[in-house]
């Protein structure tokens, strides 16, 4: 393709079609959008595989149950036979469709609970980002159009939040919430409520979010064309939805992987700490909490959530730096040249 | 009438330590402990556990974690004996010079103090704080103020109104004469074992009148606490006043210094003893390290059996457990084997169904919540469980689907036991949710009613060897104070006609042990037929200790005797 080929086609695409031809051509998006796929389809079809495959209730306790391997009935929980005789041992991965990664210490089908424990991680993950980036951007909107005293009332509500360690805030926020629960004008949520996470996470990194959108709305706001459409009488909402927010748009989408890993790793740490998903619910971070107790005979009850997490953390941020680079126009042209 | 009461204890307790001998290494043959061996002493002893047990203070901690160690630091008038197997329950004179002079039927009780001993800070013990420290017990609400001292003349009135308590009908002192009488309202045949355990000890008559918390109380017994942090340690050192004067009651200890760490997760405990570098591990040992240690390290395992019972009080008066129905339901529902494998296994504990432990005096083989039993008609032994009757009792009390919070300590045995009960409730109809709270403060949480506990996970390890120490204590209506962190009747259970009958068997004792016992038996029958509480299993001690540690000793009154470990 000639130069003039090239720039004819280049400026006849908008630039968000010239961001998605580039991310469809980048090897790391398909690497990440596959492995996200296969884990959204695992956790998808996690009824159908405690049901049809595991045969087994993955949130009821069964401590006296038995599994046929090789033909042969052996307890899930194992009284200890050597020895001074002490202890009961949860059965370990039997890589056969019951109990394929084991047992925890109530008998539960390790591999089921994974599933299942997938399906809210990444409920959990994706709400809690959403609401951080929709509440960000329109904090970030509004405080850096409207600026003076709607901007100095929003930027402190901010910095205050920014004032805790964003971990010792989602803690104490759980603690308190999780014994009382919350109520949001018409809505209220229990005690146990997997609202509750959500809610939490997503607040909590609002001014990560809203503070840099914030400041690019700020700047965009002196630009020419926005002062032109300012000059010819257009309306605020116009203003802001057809000139300011699509310019806004390219950051906001590099943040939704990163705040959906972030969301999700924020809501494994509040469950293993026994103040997210609440028992007998399942979240990766629940499981690491129950292999806790059986690391030293059952590492695979938290080696394996946690393999989850690493991958799924993993391919979120780097789907979110292909986003990047593919809205980013400086990266483009380096990659093509 | 003396010969009675001292009966009762000496055949309660020769009958239940036969029967429970556990393992030792440093007592004689005939239980006592072993002569003072200063070859052995010195060093520091390293005991560890994840948490405190809250308040130093002698007369408000109720946990064995720390009643092990007042053993070692203060004295009462009695004390139960440094010994082990037949010696283990026996009570002998401790601050007094020897057991009281029983009268009046069983009401009075004429003591001698012994002269020369001496507080850690160097004061004398004086029959003024004997006195003082009765009136003690009430001031700062001791959690058996209303269960083991209540029948003190005087007592209440200082229950009404702890702040202004005034003993001096019940307590009668004599500077003159060192002497020391305990009027009583009524016999108790289990009063000299009320009188030996930590909330009878002698505290400074300057001691504060309210819960002393971290503040350290001087002490009469080998050791003194040198400073405490419940975050972080607990020190205790050589009391410099200290004389033996009985080695039966406060025997002279062995290492210079005790430490007791804070803040080890159970399993880094059990590293740490593997390593050496402590010398016990106080929690329970963590389930994936039983087998590990049940082969590798033998012989630093001591497995004894207890006098000791897990079980689930229900609130009797919330919903859904101020339904009776409700609560024989859970009692049908619990898989007492399931809660066995939880706890480690069938080496560890044993499935009971009934309120007494066994091997306890009044404890009678039954189980009213089995597959095959009714509280009417009871089996020998628990079995299984009932689920199909017990989905029918929720139906029939109309509590289904009624939300049912289980409050749980937050260390791992704890929180499983807590899931597991979930699971089962949950699978009877209703909708259970586990709280689990920090294992410092849950013993207390649980007590209150301001809490609304509706059903929890507890243990109750005996105080002294008799039946009142379980169905009176835990059950009787003058344990129950609503509002208070001091009610350990966490069911809020009080029925007037069981009280009147608990009240006939204590009198009972004091004249026909065996018929009191039976009458026991036939009282815990009755009450679990109102099934306050679910019981669930009888654990069994099991102490890890360090290879470099000697001389483990026993004892069912307060586990293994931590002055007399030696590490030299």
């Given at each position: ?11 006849s ?20 959008l ?17 049901h ?21 009935s ?35 089908d ?56 964003v ?16 109520t ?21 990194y ?37 000139e ?5 748009l ?8 990163i ?55 993993a ?23 | ?10 055949i ?11 393992s ?42 720390y ?52 507080f850690s ?18 001031k ?72 002393a ?55 880094a ?8 570098q ?96 009714t ?14 009757k ?80 379980f ?66 299993f ?31």
């Amino acid at each position: 393709m000639s130069l003039q080929e090239s720039a004819s086609v280049t400026f006849s695409e908008s630039p968000g079609r010239i961001a998605l031809r580039t991310l469809s051509r980048d090897k790391r998006s398909w690497v990440a959008l596959t492995v996200l796929a296969i884990i959204f389809l695992l956790a998808l079809f996690a009824p159908v595989y405690s049901h049809f495959v595991a045969k087994t209730d993955p949130f009821a306790s069964s401590l006296d149950a038995t599994v046929l391997i090789h033909g042969e009935s052996k307890p899930v929980l194992e009284p200890s036979t050597t020895g001074l005789g002490l202890g009961v041992t949860p059965i370990g991965p039997t890589w056969s469709t019951k109990y394929f990664l084991g047992a925890d210490s109530q008998g539960r089908d390790v591999a089921a609970r994974l599933l299942y424990g997938g399906r809210n991680t990444l409920f959990i993950g994706i709400t809690a980002g959403l609401i951080t980036i929709v509440l960000s951007l329109l904090i970030g909107l509004i405080a850096g159009y409207r600026k003076g005293w709607v901007d100095s009332i929003l930027s402190r509500l901010l910095d205050v939040i920014w004032a805790f360690p964003v971990y010792l805030l989602a803690i104490s926020l759980s603690v308190v919430l999780l014994t009382s629960g919350l109520t949001l004008g018409f809505l209220h949520f229990g005690p146990g409520s997997m609202a509750l996470p959500i809610v939490i996470i997503g607040v909590v990194y609002v001014p990560y979010v809203a503070r840099p959108i914030r400041g690019q709305v700020l700047a965009l706001r002196e630009r020419e064309f926005v002062r032109a459409a300012v000059g010819s009488g257009a309306k605020h909402s116009t203003i802001v939805f057809r000139e300011i927010l699509p310019n806004v748009l390219p950051s906001v989408l590099v943040f939704i992987p990163i705040m959906v890993a972030l969301s999700m790793l924020t809501e494994s740490a509040l469950s293993f700490l026994s103040i997210g998903v609440q028992p007998p619910s399942a979240s990766w971070g629940t499981i690491i909490n129950d292999g806790l107790g059986l690391l030293y005979t059952r590492p695979w009850v938290a080696i394996s959530p946690g393999l989850m997490i690493v991958l799924t953390a993993a391919a979120l941020n780097l789907y979110g730096d292909a986003v990047r680079d593919a809205l980013d126009p400086k990266t483009r042209a380096r990659s093509d040249s | 009438m003396r010969r009675r009461t001292m009966a009762i204890s000496t055949i309660a307790a020769a009958a239940l330590a036969l029967s429970m001998v556990g393992s030792t290494s440093g007592s004689a043959a005939d239980g006592k402990l072993a002569p003072y061996d200063k070859a052995h002493a010195g060093g520091v002893v390293k005991l560890v556990a994840a948490a405190a047990a809250g308040t130093i203070d002698p007369k408000v901690n109720y946990t064995g974690q720390y009643w092990q160690l007042f053993q070692a630091t203060y004295d009462g008038l009695l004390s139960f004996s440094y010994g082990t197997g037949k010696t283990t329950f026996e009570v002998v004179p401790d601050l007094a010079e020897a057991l009281p002079k029983i009268s009046n039927g069983g009401k009075t009780l004429t003591f001698k103090l012994r002269k020369g001993v001496k507080f850690s800070n160097g004061k004398e013990v004086t029959v003024a704080d004997v006195k003082a420290s009765f009136e003690r017990i009430f001031k700062v609400s001791s959690p058996t103020a209303g269960s083991f001292y209540n029948g003190i003349v005087g007592a209440t009135a200082c229950l009404a109104k702890p702040a202004t308590c005034d003993l001096s009908k019940g307590v009668v002192v004599d500077p003159a004469t060192n002497g020391v009488v305990i009027n009583l309202t009524a016999a108790d045949d289990a009063i000299l074992s009320k009188l030996a355990v930590p909330h009878a000890v002698i505290n400074p008559a300057s001691a504060p009148s309210k819960d002393a918390g971290t503040t350290l109380i001087p002490t009469t017994g080998a050791y003194m606490f040198k400073s405490y942090s419940p975050t972080k340690s607990l020190i205790m050192v050589r009391n410099p006043y200290f004389k033996e004067w009985s080695h039966d009651a406060q025997p002279q200890g062995y290492p210079d210094e005790i430490d007791y760490n804070f803040g080890l997760t159970p399993t880094a405990q059990v590293t740490a003893v593997e390593n050496n570098q402590a010398n016990w591990a106080y929690d329970p040992i963590p389930a994936d390290r039983l087998n590990e240690i049940g082969t590798k390290y033998v012989n630093q395992v001591h497995v004894n059996p207890l006098t000791a019972m897990w079980y689930l009080p229900m609130n009797v008066n919330i919903a859904p457990f101020n339904n009776v129905k409700a609560r024989q339901a859970v009692n049908y529902a619990i898989d007492r084997a399931a809660m066995v494998k939880i706890f480690g296994g069938t080496q560890l504990a044993a499935p009971v169904c009934s309120f007494l432990p066994p091997n306890f005096p009044g404890h009678v083989d039954y189980c009213g919540y089995t597959k095959g039993g009714t509280p009417e008609k009871p089996a020998k032994a628990w079995t299984a469980p009932d689920l199909e009757k017990a989905k029918a009792l929720v139906k029939a009390s109309g509590t289904a689907g009624q939300p049912v919070a289980i409050v749980v300590s937050d260390d791992d045995v704890n929180k499983q036991m807590g899931v597991y009960l979930q699971s089962v409730l949950n699978s009877i109809g209703y909708k259970a949710t586990v709280k689990p709270i920090s294992g410092n403060i849950q013993f207390t949480y649980i007590q209150n009613t301001k809490n609304k506990v509706q059903i929890s996970v507890t243990q109750w390890y005996q105080d002294y060897p008799a039946a009142s120490d379980f169905l009176s204590v835990l059950l009787g209506c003058q344990s129950f104070t609503p509002n208070s962190d001091s009610s350990i009747n966490m069911a809020g259970y009080c029925n007037k006609a069981i009280d009147a009958k608990m009240a006939k068997a204590i009198a009972l004792g004091v004249t026909d042990p065996t018929a009191a016992n039976k009458l026991w038996g036939a009282i815990d029958q009755e009450v679990m037929k109102d099934a306050p509480v679910a019981v669930a299993f009888t654990p069994k001690q099991l102490d890890f200790i360090s290879s470099s540690t000697k001389n483990y000793i026993f004892s069912l009154q307060y586990k293994m005797f931590v002055s007399q470990l030696q590490v030299k």
